[in-house]
């Protein structure tokens, strides 16, 4: 069974530009998170979709966006990047329709704002 | 905000010994999980443990849960040096958030 899969692994922009970051879970994996991970605030929920609605959303500004498709690979969006954008972006699968089974971390997007 | 807080913050030991990592949380959870992450790659699941489980056994590891003093302890028996990273405890709330909070983390190191 073939792990979380994130593209792609690295990326680098500059700032004011948008970026686009996709995540394709385990298949038959219904739900999908997303994390940054930060040196100063180590990892910080952004946000969980499941069945393509959004059920949650961490306390991140609106450049921050995702969606979820009807296969299940979701994308996040951040638009008019910032120096502090610079983290490590992880996706997180699971399978269940109520949280509390295990979640699966993709390898994470590098994301580097010059 | 973090939910959960790993003790020690860094730990060094010789292959061969064990290791003990502490998490403490804030609120009431469903479960709470472990995770390796192998500098500054993605978390590699190793145990959940749910509210109603005190202990759980996976190889070297072994995990326990004190839902009473809101901590939960994981044990890495006879270490390697492959064991070297750093391991995060993650908690989901019951109040059905559909996210896991995750601690700050305890940096390994297994020195061969």
């Known amino acids: 069974k073939a792990g979380v899969t994130q593209t792609p692994r690295y990326l680098i922009k500059t700032r004011g530009q948008q970026v686009t970051l996709s995540c394709s879970p385990i298949?038959?994996?219904?739900?999908v998170s997303w994390y940054q991970q930060t040196p100063g605030q180590g990892l910080q929920f952004l946000f969980e979709?499941?069945?393509?609605?959004?059920?949650n959303k961490g306390n991140f500004p609106g450049r921050f966006s995702g969606r979820q498709f009807s296969n299940s690979r979701s994308e996040m969006n951040v638009s008019t990047l910032e120096l502090g954008d610079s983290a490590l972006y992880l996706c997180?699968?699971?399978?269940?329709?109520?949280?509390?089974?295990?979640?699966?971390f993709g390898q994470g997007t590098r994301l580097t704002v010059v | 905000s973090q939910q959960g807080e790993e003790d020690p913050q860094a730990l060094s030991i010789q292959e061969g010994e064990n290791a003990t990592m502490n998490c403490s949380y804030k609120?009431?959870?469903?479960?709470l999980q472990w995770y390796r992450q192998n500098s500054g790659r993605g978390l590699v699941h190793l145990i959940l443990?749910?509210?109603?489980?005190r202990e759980k056994h996976s190889g070297r590891l072994r995990v326990t849960l004190d839902t009473s003093k809101k901590s939960s302890s994981l044990l890495i028996t006879a270490s390697r040096a492959a064991d070297t990273a750093s391991y995060f405890c993650?908690?989901?709330?019951?109040?059905?958030?559909?996210?896991?909070?995750f601690g700050t983390g305890t940096r390994l190191k297994v020195l061969a």
């Open positions: 443990i749910r509210s109603n489980e």
């Open positions: 298949s038959g994996h219904r739900s």
């Open positions: 993650a908690t989901d709330t019951t109040s059905g958030t559909y996210k896991y909070i």
């Open positions: 997180a699968s699971s399978s269940a329709g109520i949280w509390g089974t295990e979640a699966f």
């Open positions: 609120t009431s959870i469903n479960n």
């Open positions: 979709y499941f069945s393509e609605t959004q059920r």
